[in-house]
């Protein structure tokens, strides 16, 4: 059983940044690949990044590449999702999720967490 908790959520002007974590509490984090998912009202759960127990990344879109990174550190057993330039369309709640396989579709994880908010202004 892996339990994630999120935090670093909040309100922020367009252009401002946010950085998000996740804390797992397991003592094989380092063995699960993490995943960032969101979801805005009224839409589905979206795929954000991932980052593989190897430390490799992979985001949705060129335009969250561009302005988000993730990260890990194992010692800590946190992921992080730092988040730049954003935009109305970035508010949304922000869910970690934990996978012991290399995947992006939210059925695929296996553990979340209970999310974050997030809210751009404009």
């Known amino acids: 059983q892996v339990q994630l908790v999120e935090s670093g959520g909040g309100l922020v002007q367009t252009g401002g940044s946010l950085r998000l974590s996740c804390a797992a509490s397991?003592?094989?984090?380092?063995?699960?690949?993490m995943g960032w998912f969101r979801q805005a009202p009224g839409k589905e759960r979206e795929f954000v990044a991932a980052?593989?127990?190897?430390?490799?990344?992979?985001y949705a879109a060129d335009s969250m590449r561009r302005r988000f990174t993730i990260s890990r550190d194992n010692a800590k057993n946190t992921v992080y999702l730092e988040m730049n330039s954003l935009a109305p369309a970035d508010t949304a709640v922000y869910y970690c999720?934990?996978?012991?396989?290399?995947?992006?579709?939210?059925?695929?994880?296996?553990?979340w967490g209970q999310g974050t908010q997030v809210t751009v202004s404009s």
């Open positions: 999720g934990a996978s012991l396989r290399w995947v992006t579709t939210q059925r695929d994880y296996d553990y």
């Open positions: 397991a003592r094989t984090f380092s063995s699960y690949n």
């Open positions: 980052i593989s127990s190897s430390g490799r990344a992979l």
